[in-house]
């Protein structure tokens, strides 16, 4: 929010258009150095020690910040993806977002965190200066187009996310967990 005035919420629309990619890209450049800053919270750590006892067997999560990874669980199925990975729209590989970073970085050397008001949601407004040359890094297998792996407003969770959710030997892990408070 640069002037006081909202953000809109990504949409894979803003994502693909090339006249708000540089704004939408350079958003992302400034991610990563804030999204470390957030913590697991008890809740994470505790769903990581129930799994460690063999208590719960997958935890379904909406969150793609990658907290209860990051607190020691091992079987996360991230139904709306996570900000860590980032796939091509055209042959669908993905790449740990530290790498897409450092190419961003390469590719916008002038490019520097404090050339963003972050969000506490990790959201970015970027000066409106760094638009035009922001340069994009492309997908290095295909040259197609690159975006986080995430659910954006609008989109659809994949089916294959959707039906391992609902296999029928997880069902009352997924009603256990939707239980919590």
């Known amino acids: 929010m640069a002037n006081g005035s909202a ?6 629309m803003t994502s693909c258009d090339p006249r708000a990619r ?3 890209t350079g958003q992302g450049a400034s991610w990563l150095a804030h999204h470390r800053l957030a913590t ?5 750590h505790a769903l990581a020690q129930l799994e460690r ?6 935890i379904i999560t909406q969150n793609v ?5 990051r607190a020691g669980s091992r079987c996360v199925l991230e139904l709306h993806g996570g ?23 390469e ?10 008001l972050v969000a506490p949601d990790g959201d970015a407004q970027i000066a409106e200066r760094f638009h035009a040359d922001f340069r994009i890094p492309a997908c290095p297998s295909c040259g197609g187009m690159l975006k986080p792996d995430v659910v954006f407003f609008g989109d659809s969770v994949p089916k294959d ?9 997880l069902r009352p892990v997924a009603w256990w967990l939707s239980d919590l408070p």
Request: aromatic fraction near 8%.
């Open 7 to 12: 953000a809109s919420p990504s949409t894979i």
């Open 161 to 169: 996310r959707v039906k391992a959710a609902w296999t029928p030997s």
């Open 107 to 116: 590719a916008n050397p002038a490019f520097t965190n404090d050339a963003a």
């Open 65 to 69: 910040d990658g907290l209860h990874q």
């Open 83 to 105: 900000l860590e990975r980032v796939i091509c729209l055209y042959c669908h590989r993905t790449f740990q977002r530290a790498s897409v970073q450092t190419w961003m970085s």
């Open 40 to 44: 697991p919270s008890r809740g994470h």
């Open 22 to 24: 540089g704004g939408a």
């Open 53 to 58: 006892l063999g208590r719960i067997v997958l």
